[in-house]
């Protein structure tokens, strides 16, 4: 079992950064994909990026590409999520997720262990 714990999240202005932190620890593998996912009343949990522990490999969603950069560190077990130039429509409880298997899906259904989220707000 994983147990992840997200932080980072708050207020900020639109054009203005943030970054999110997720903390794993528990059973991690080399093998698994990190996933950053969002959610806002109303709406399916979305996926934001992803990355893979091993080598770094990277993927993200179209709506945040050049905008928002996924990295982590390894000896700390930690995933970090900075975004920049923040838009409104970017707010939402940001989840982190572990996905056990190949390639760094998009869909929520494929990540088992969840944290319990952290709020961003963008004011416009």
């Known amino acids: 079992q994983v147990q992840l714990v997200e932080s980072g999240g708050g207020l900020v202005q639109a054009g203005g950064s943030l970054r999110l932190s997720c903390a794993a620890s528990?059973?991690?593998?080399?093998?698994?994909?990190m996933g950053w996912f969002r959610r806002t009343p109303g709406k399916e949990r979305e996926f934001v990026a992803g990355?893979?522990?091993?080598?770094?490999?990277?993927r993200y969603a179209t709506s945040v590409k050049g905008r928002f950069t996924i990295s982590r560190d390894n000896a700390k077990n930690t995933v970090f999520l900075q975004m920049n130039s923040l838009k409104p429509e970017d707010t939402a409880v940001y989840y982190c997720a572990t996905h056990r298997g190949p390639g760094i899906p998009n869909a929520e259904n494929y990540f088992g262990s969840w944290g319990q989220g952290t709020q961003v707000t963008v004011s416009s």
């Open positions: 990355i893979t522990w091993s080598i770094g490999l990277t």
């Open positions: 528990g059973r991690t593998f080399s093998s698994d994909v």
